[in-house]
Structures are given as C-alpha cells and as structure tokens.
C-alpha cells in the first residue's frame, strides 16, 4: 500500500487463516530519507468449535483385525484431530484419555474445578485395579484445586460460582463440600475451618424451608454430605425420606437419600430409597440449568456407585 505525501490510513482489512494456530503477522512502514519501521505479531487462531471426544469401544475376536485410517478425522479441521489407540483383554476404561479431557476444562468456576478434581482422588485406585498407567501426576492438580475452591468460599461458608462474593448454588456448595471431605480423608491438605464453615452452613440450609420441587436434589444431597460429615441427625433425615422421598425429581438424590440413612444404620428406609433410585425418572425438558444438566447427567452413573460406598452392599446383595 502506498500513500502520497501527507496522506494517512484509517481503514480496516480482514484476516482470515486456513488452520489453528499462532499466526506470524508482520507490518513494515518505509518512507522518505531512509525510514523504516518494522513490527511483528503473533495472532492466536482457534477453532470455533469447542474440542471434542468420541471413543468408539469394539471387541475382536480371536483372528480377527481391524484397520485405521484417516477417514474418521475427515469432518475435523485439518491438524487437529489426534486418535490414540488402546488394545486389552479387559474392559478399557482409557483413564490417561479421561484425565486429558478434563484437562481441557475451560473454566475456573466451582463446578469444573471440582468435576476436575474428584476423580483424580480415585484415578490410582482404579489404574491399579485395571493394570493401567494412571497418566500424568496428580498431586499438584488436586492440590491447585483445593486451593481455589477454599478461595471461593464466602464469608457464610457457602462457595460462590465465580468468586467469594458471587452468589451461591446450593447443590455445587453440597458438591464442593463433599469433595473437601473426601480429599481430607486421602491425606491432602485442607484447611478444617473450610469444612468446618462448608459444613454448617449446609447445616442451616436443610433446616430452612424448601417448598419448590427444584431444591429437592439440592437438599438430599446436603443431608448425604451432612450424614458423611456425621453433622446430621438421624431424625432430619427420616423426616426428609418421609415428606419428600416421593417428590424427589432425580435417581441421583433418591440414592444419595438412601445412603444418608444407611450412614446412620437405618436399612429398611435406606433399601427401600435405593429400590426407588434403580427406577429411571421421567425425561428431563431441553431447557434447564446448568447446575440441573450436571445433576441429570451424573444420575444414572451415580446411583450404584453411592449404593456400593453404603453398608447396603453387604447387607443386600448388589442388583
């Protein structure tokens, strides 16, 4: 571009790049008596779609191979899908795969930070139980997390989603609360008076009233976690299994009910929830929360899980 003597530039042009990546953009300004002024960018270019993972799972019989190709990446951007490969004679669970994916976490709210987290607790537990690598050090990460979610909590001892001040969900304060106490019971380091606060406010939380059928998730949770925390009462929770067990909108908080009696030896209410959380529940609408989509989502999975961490599987045999 060229301009006369005493002309200037105050227009715009577009950039467009064919890949992801950092692109190199450099500008150079000569002029009369030898000036020269050269200036050089980086412009980070990134997908408009967010990262995706699918895992195909197959089985291969005795003789039998199978082919890769290219074609399974066809519909991606060019250089940027990675396939990775894991052959077993047992079920794979692909724990290395799981731990990248919830690398890529995009964000430092309460929810993905814990998400991030909790597994990890697990994650040498189940390797070694599969005989496989458990992936990348965990330490560090769990560490970084516990951090950040005692930085969240608010000056009442709930968390707020962004920041200390922000406001609070209480099925996320259940969930943050739960990790804490766990992660204190795997030796790392948290501060007592995080769960102390986290705990009794939870407390307060399921003696206030809760009409609404949307806080009911919310509410069995907190008394799973009250129970686990041995800061419930007995009572409390019989009364919440009584008044509300039918109400209960998802198969996640009719468990995480049934678990909270059993933590207090009360196996005929306890089996009787569970029986209740094994019957899937009605479709949830399109339209929902964030925090209810993690609620669903975690239901089905979760139900059995919290059955076998109760004294209900031994004294019932697992269906």
Not at 88 to 93: A, F, G, K, N, V
Not at 118 to 130: H, I
Not at 173 to 198: C, Q, W
Not at 227 to 242: I, N, P, Q, T
Request: charged share 20%; hydrophobic share 40%.
């Amino acid at each position: 571009m060229k301009l006369a003597p005493g002309g200037n530039f105050n227009d715009g042009f577009v950039l467009s790049a064919a890949a992801p990546g950092n692109a190199a953009l450099k500008l150079e300004l000569s002029g009369p008596g030898g000036l020269t002024i050269a200036r050089d960018f980086t412009i980070g270019v990134r997908p408009a779609e967010s990262y995706q993972l699918r895992r195909f799972v197959g089985r291969l019989q005795q003789g039998e191979s199978v082919t890769l190709d290219d074609g399974a990446a066809d519909e991606f951007l060019p250089g940027t899908a990675e396939a990775l490969l894991s052959v077993s004679p047992r079920p794979d669970w692909d724990v290395p795969g799981l731990l990248r994916t919830l690398e890529r976490y995009a964000y430092g709210c309460l929810e993905q930070t814990t998400s991030r987290a909790l597994p990890l607790l697990y994650v040498e537990e189940v390797a070694r139980l599969w005989r496989t690598d458990p992936g990348p050090a965990t330490a560090e990460t769990l560490d970084r997390a516990i951090s950040h979610i005692v930085e969240l909590q608010r000056s009442d001892g709930g968390f707020g989603v962004w920041n200390d001040s922000g406001d609070t969900v209480p099925w996320l304060d259940a969930y943050a609360t739960d990790f804490l106490i766990r992660a204190k019971e795997h030796g790392k380091n948290v501060p007592d008076f995080a769960i102390k606060s986290a705990v009794s406010w939870l407390h307060d939380y399921v003696r206030q009233d809760h009409d609404e059928i949307g806080d009911l998730p919310a509410l069995a949770y907190a008394h799973y976690v009250l129970a686990r925390a041995k800061s419930d009462d007995l009572d409390g929770v019989r009364y919440f299994y009584e008044t509300q067990m039918a109400r209960l909108p998802t198969q996640l908080a009719k468990a995480q009910t049934a678990a909270a009696l059993a933590q207090y030896g009360d196996m005929v209410r306890a089996a009787s929830a569970y029986e209740a959380a094994l019957v899937p529940g009605p479709p949830r609408p399109a339209s929902r929360s964030i925090a209810s989509s993690n609620i669903a989502s975690r239901s089905p999975a979760s139900a059995p899980r919290l059955y076998q961490a109760t004294a209900l599987a031994s004294s019932r045999g697992m269906p």
